[in-house]
């Protein structure tokens, strides 16, 4: 039924197909530095280490966000403003409360921070004050929405924030009712700078052509927030614990692991696009995990996981393929008492910086998003009426 007609390009310049555009720049960033040879990351030129050892989610977000570390008088402005922007407006509860007990907590959150944007309307993304305004509400209330439907779904009450706790410290409280123990929060602050940026990876991405339209910060983070949840990317870390827990025991792994690598399925928490060395964050994570569990006492989960990574690393190490920051993350959160569904929206609610920082950028220097494709259909098909058909 095919008349063949020679095929008209969509652009002037045939570039051959990249795809999942590896290695294909979409944007010039001073934002975040990737050495995937080396392990290296830095968040505006620092180190993750220093930043995991020494910061908090709220320097390394202004970091992230106005490009160089804060002044004292700065940080305290910023956290303040942080702190005394979380809370949300009860309709917006009342929204949360509405949606389907059988729906994930992140498609919640994506709801909520689309709708929380019609709470703030008549923003203008060119004005310094609006932005400004706008990324503090977005990252003060992600927690917030993220602890009320955790709360709500359970048929429980929703807890309001405090402005006296730090930012993890807060997001705990409002899980649980109760302030954590410092040194859990502070586990918590150093998986939320882990996990704030990281270049142009997917959600990154969607983030970066969802701005380039001149959309609202709200739409942009919500954009991202639906390219986060899939298992190859940020859901990968709640697809890791499943698969520990699956395994059981550390004497299970050898079997699991290998009929997986036969099958040439793929294996959550490992791999990466840029990586070809065990991800920086990965190490941090792992000496976390170590630290919860000395705290709350014996846990199969990491013995487990630490046998996969050895089974992985003889199969295919060869690949590149090491432990990600997936890999170690769940059992850490884990350890807390957070459920497995809540690990992408704590993934969420730290990279909301990194999103923003990108969406900062993407104005500063915006031109829309229109990338070409390679045309592989037909041309000239001749309409059929539908009794015709068969
Ligand atoms: C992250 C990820 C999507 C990167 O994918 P990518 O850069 O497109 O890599 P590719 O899919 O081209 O894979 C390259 C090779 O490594 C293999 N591979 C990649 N990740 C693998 C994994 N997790 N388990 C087993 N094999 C894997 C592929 O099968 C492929 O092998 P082949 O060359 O023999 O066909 C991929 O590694 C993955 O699916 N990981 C698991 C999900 C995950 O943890 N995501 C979180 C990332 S932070």
Avoid at 99 to 113: K, S
Avoid at 295 to 311: D, F, H, I, P, S
């Amino acid at each position: 039924m095919t008349d063949a007609v020679s095929p008209a390009p969509e652009g002037r310049a045939a570039l051959p197909l990249i795809p999942g555009l590896a290695d294909v720049p979409a944007a010039r960033s001073s934002i975040c530095f990737i050495d995937g040879d080396a392990g290296v990351l830095e968040y505006r030129g620092h180190p993750i280490e220093a930043l995991a050892e020494q910061s908090t989610f709220e320097e390394t977000t202004y970091l992230l966000l106005w490009g160089q570390l804060p002044t004292r008088a700065e940080l305290d402005k910023f956290t303040r403003d942080l702190s005394t922007n979380r809370d949300v407006r009860v309709r917006l509860i009342d929204l949360l409360r509405c949606l389907p007990d059988t729906g994930h907590p992140m498609e919640a959150l994506q709801a909520a921070i689309a709708a929380l944007g019609m709470f703030h309307p008549d923003r203008d993304p060119l004005s310094a004050t609006d932005r400004y305004i706008s990324a503090v509400r977005v990252i003060a209330k992600a927690p917030t929405l993220v602890a009320a439907h955790h709360r709500l779904s359970r048929g429980m009450e929703s807890v309001p924030p405090r402005e006296d706790l730090g930012h993890a410290e807060n997001f705990l409280y409002m899980l649980t009712g109760e302030v954590p123990e410092p040194d859990v929060a502070r586990i918590l602050d150093v998986c939320l700078i882990l996990h704030a940026e990281h270049s142009m990876n997917a959600s990154t991405f969607a983030a970066r052509v969802t701005a380039s339209t001149l959309a609202d910060p709200y739409t942009v983070v919500s954009s991202a927030i639906g390219a986060l949840t899939g298992p190859l990317h940020g859901g990968a870390n709640e697809q890791v614990i499943h698969m520990l827990q699956r395994i059981g025991e550390p004497d299970a792994v050898r079997p699991y692991i290998e009929d997986l690598v036969r099958r040439k399925q793929r294996i959550m928490g490992v791999g990466h696009r840029i990586y070809r060395v065990k991800d920086p964050r990965a190490l941090v994570l792992q000496k976390l995990a170590a630290r919860m569990i000395a705290k709350r006492g014996a846990n199969r989960l990491l013995a487990t996981a630490q046998e996969v990574e050895r089974v992985v690393a003889e199969h295919l190490a060869a690949k590149g393929i090491h432990p990600n920051v997936d890999f170690y993350s769940g059992i850490v959160y884990e350890a807390m008492g957070l459920p497995a569904a809540l690990f992408t929206p704590v993934f969420a609610i730290a990279r909301v910086s990194g999103w923003l920082a990108h969406w900062l950028e993407q104005l500063e220097d915006n031109r829309i998003f229109r990338p070409g494709q390679v045309y592989s259909g037909t041309h000239g098909e001749r309409y059929v009426p539908i009794g015709q058909r068969t």
